[in-house]
T-cell receptor, first 109, second 118 residues
Framework: GQQVMQIPQYQHVQEGEDFTTYCNSS?????IQWYKQRPGGHPVFLIQ?????EVKKQKRLTFQFGEAKKNSSLHITATQTTDVGTYFC?????????FGTGTKLQVIP | EAGVVQSPRYKIIEKKQPVAFWCNPISGHNTLYWYLQNLGQGPELLIR????????DSQLPKDRFSAERLKGVDSTLKIQPAELGDSAVYLC????????????????FGEGSRLTVL
């Protein structure tokens, strides 16, 4: 079945440093979504990527979808304490959406 | 616009007891999902509804789990009997179909129901 892995599992950064999480699917995806889950909260939608090689930006966040539509990345520039949480990718394959394993981000002030 | 509403937020039961969770999705959202989330892991799909039809229940342990979405609006998820390993957060989500294609929109999650089985 479809599997979606994320690395790293955990990341501690000093406030102001950059952060990147990578998402890899075992199968080709039709699209990919990214979600953020704050501690004790529920996943909240960030963005959806559909096209091969697509790049989208939201302020300090940059999202990429790989050319083969099997991988994606989220990059945060100059992290802030408000960026703390777990970031999940969710890949849509044939009639299925599979969430990744998540990357937990800790930001040290 | 009201979000996805779930109840109860917390439930503590002894093993072998039954438990039920309720979800009211965002108005107008055709697709409703039930996910299970264990600590430190990503949400895992249990069942997906299109209106009142369960279109994907392949991951639902049907020996003890059941779900329904009567009238295609709110939904209940039941576990009977509960086991220790069922302790987790049960998330409900809904989405609006884009261009008539099932489940293509962003997912809106409820706050979740945290189950502890003793």
């Amino acid at each position: 079945g479809q599997q979606v892995m994320q690395i790293p599992q955990y990341q501690h950064v000093q406030e102001g440093e950059d952060f990147t999480t990578y998402c890899n699917s075992s199968t080709t995806l039709s699209n990919i979504q990214w979600y953020k889950q704050r501690p004790g909260g529920h996943p909240v939608f960030l963005i959806q990527l559909v096209k091969s090689g697509e790049v989208k930006k939201q302020k300090r966040l940059t999202f990429q979808f790989g050319e083969a539509k099997k991988n994606s990345s989220l990059h945060i520039t100059a992290t802030q304490t408000t960026d703390v949480g777990t970031y999940f990718c969710a890949g849509r394959g044939y009639q299925k959406v599979t969430f990744g394993t998540g990357t937990k981000l800790q930001v040290i002030p | 616009e009201a979000g996805v509403v779930q109840s109860p937020r917390y439930k503590i039961i002894e093993k072998k007891q039954p438990v039920a969770f309720w979800c009211n999705p965002i108005s107008g959202h055709n697709t409703l999902y039930w996910y299970l989330q264990n600590l430190g892991q990503g949400p895992e799909l249990l069942i997906r509804y299109e209106n009142e039809e369960a279109v994907d229940d392949s991951q639902l342990p049907k020996d003890r789990f059941s779900a329904e979405r009567l009238k295609g609006v709110d939904s209940t998820l039941k576990i009977q009997p509960a086991e220790l390993g069922d302790s987790a957060v049960y998330l409900c989500a809904s989405s609006k179909n884009l261009l008539g294609r099932s489940g293509t929109g962003e997912l809106f999650f409820g706050e979740g129901s945290r189950l502890t089985v003793l």
